[in-house]
């Protein structure tokens, strides 16, 4: 009875991943079969550890990220856990053989939120390391299927691709972070005082990651490359988005892409794909 519970364990992942971002939840949809549940898997593992920072105010943020930190390797070593997402997590670790180090570096970065509100440069780069190009990293291990050739190709554009992701973020939740958190993660931005420069620049260094993950993406395995185009396509229009609004709206507001413009996206970009024009 293992299988069934392997199988109830990574629909427990699936639930989390489809509950929290439509985004990648659509992206992983159009996977090959063989890459979902491990794709799932990863985004729960990470899910749930950045919850613990970001929204569980009344409790002991620190205590339960050492748990989780505990739990992690627990089940990694034994290969089993009574926590579906751990459980789903440390058979996709096992399977497609993910570094220690990445998890590690994920984790670090979880705790970091826990001590710094300001990010100056090397520690905003380890941040950005920890918490967006390992999990970048995670899922390539997963979608070269032990082609390590192919992982060390394509390592770059995965970490670009994640830091494009992350940073876009910063930019969406600025306001949250800041009223909710009191944090603001880009070096030298006084959030009080967000310019259309401090934006300019920042949205310069984000076209650079996505013009370095692009080269990545249309090398990647069929399976996953029309995926990972997607979550791409998805972000990128949520960056011309904020690129066209101004500072101070960026500030007010967390700017979205509708679901509805999602689904063009959808259409738009499965008849490119269909067409070999990624």
């Not at 427990?12 to 971002?21: E, G, K, L, N």
């Not at 996977?31 to 919850?51: H, K, M, N, S, T």
């Not at 800041?178 to 260094?205: Q, W």
């Amino acid at each position: 009875m293992m299988e069934l519970y392997n199988k109830v364990c990574e629909e427990c992942s699936q639930h989390i991943t489809r509950r929290y971002s439509t985004s990648f939840s659509m992206g992983i949809r159009v996977f090959d079969q063989r890459f979902r549940a491990p794709i799932y898997a990863v985004y729960g593992f990470v899910r749930f550890a950045d919850e613990i920072v970001d929204t569980f105010h009344d409790f002991p943020k620190a205590k339960l990220l050492q748990r989780f930190r505990e739990d992690t390797y627990r089940a990694i070593e034994e290969r089993i856990s009574l926590n579906p997402v751990l459980h789903a997590f440390q058979a996709t670790v096992h399977q497609y053989q993910i570094e220690r180090e990445l998890i590690d570096a994920f984790l670090d970065s979880m705790e970091m939120d826990l001590h710094h509100d300001r990010y100056h440069d090397s520690l905003y780069k380890q941040y950005i390391y920890g918490s967006a190009e390992v999990v970048g990293l995670m899922c390539l291990r997963v979608f070269c299927e032990g082609d390590d050739a192919m992982y060390q190709r394509l390592k770059a554009p995965a970490c670009s691709l994640g830091s494009a992701f992350q940073k876009i973020n910063f930019l969406r939740d600025m306001k949250s972070d800041f009223d909710e958190r009191g944090r603001v993660y880009f070096p030298g931005v006084d959030f009080t005082r967000f310019t259309n420069e401090d934006k300019l620049a920042i949205e310069a260094d984000i076209k650079k990651d996505f013009d370095d993950a692009y080269k990545g993406i249309i090398r990647l395995p069929k399976g996953a490359r029309f995926g990972v185009y997607l979550a791409y396509i998805y972000y990128i229009n949520l960056y011309k988005k904020i690129r066209s609004a101004p500072a101070e709206r960026v500030t007010e507001e967390r700017i979205r892409v509708p679901n509805r413009r999602k689904a063009v996206l959808l259409f738009s970009s499965a008849l490119r794909n269909s067409l070999n024009l990624l």
